[in-house]
């Protein structure tokens, strides 16, 4: 599949344009829906969708082969949506680091893992509270099924960050569910 996609990409930039219509195929409909997630904004993640895809065509000769061509193509778009969400400055919600270190994980899990229509309701709307970088991670992480490496990669995050950072917003989720209760 990925030499399939590096042959591919040296048609394209040896002329075959239209063969760049394969990728548009393949992977709009999952860049769309991580851009979604972190603009929340149908128009603005359309056009930030088009705009990732031609960002990527007008890149494509810097693609190295070293990650996925989804892994790259993520990464761009992660950065389109996040770029576009800090020009609109969203507000923040800090939380005490305190209260953080006082959940246990099995306190997380359980929270997150409960799958009650009620639940899933309370966690959808905390998720829309977080942040765009970290709604990104943990779309990523649960909705794309990424691993962390990739995650990673697509974030622009050392492994152990992306970690820390994901074991931190799981928290601020708890948190979130918790006081909606």
Same mark, same amino acid.
């Given at each position: $599949? &990925? ?7 040296h048609?394209?930039? @040896? ?27 149908? &128009?603005?993640?359309?056009?930030l ?8 065509? &007008? ?16 990464r ?7 770029s ?10 800090? $939380?005490d680091?305190? $209260?953080? $270190? ?6 997380i899990?359980?929270?997150?893992n409960?799958e009650s ?5 309370? #966690? ?9 970088? &970290?709604?990104? #991670? ?9 691993t ?13 960050n ?8 799981? @928290?601020?989720?708890?948190?979130l569910i918790?006081?909606?209760?």
């Amino acid at each position: $599949m &990925e030499n399939d996609e590096t042959h591919i990409i040296h048609r394209i930039l @040896k002329g075959e344009t239209s063969l760049y219509e394969y990728f548009l195929d393949k992977y709009s409909q999952q860049v769309f829906i991580l851009i979604i997630r972190i603009v929340e904004n149908q &128009e603005d993640a359309e056009e930030l969708t088009q705009d990732t895809f031609l960002k990527a065509f &007008e890149h494509l000769s810097s693609f190295k082969a070293e990650s996925s061509f989804s892994t790259w193509i993520y990464r761009i778009a992660y950065n389109t949506a996040i770029s576009a969400t800090r020009k609109r400055k969203q507000e923040l919600i800090v $939380m005490d680091s305190a $209260m953080l $270190m006082n959940i246990s994980d099995q306190q997380i899990d359980d929270a997150l893992n409960d799958e009650s229509e009620e639940q899933v309701g309370k #966690l959808n709307k905390a998720i829309k509270k977080l942040d765009a970088e &970290e709604r990104a #991670l943990i779309s990523l992480f649960y909705n794309e099924e990424k691993t962390i490496g990739e995650i990673a990669l697509i974030l622009g995050l050392t492994e152990s960050n992306a970690k820390v950072k994901l074991h931190r917003i799981r @928290k601020k989720l708890y948190i979130l569910i918790t006081e909606a209760e």
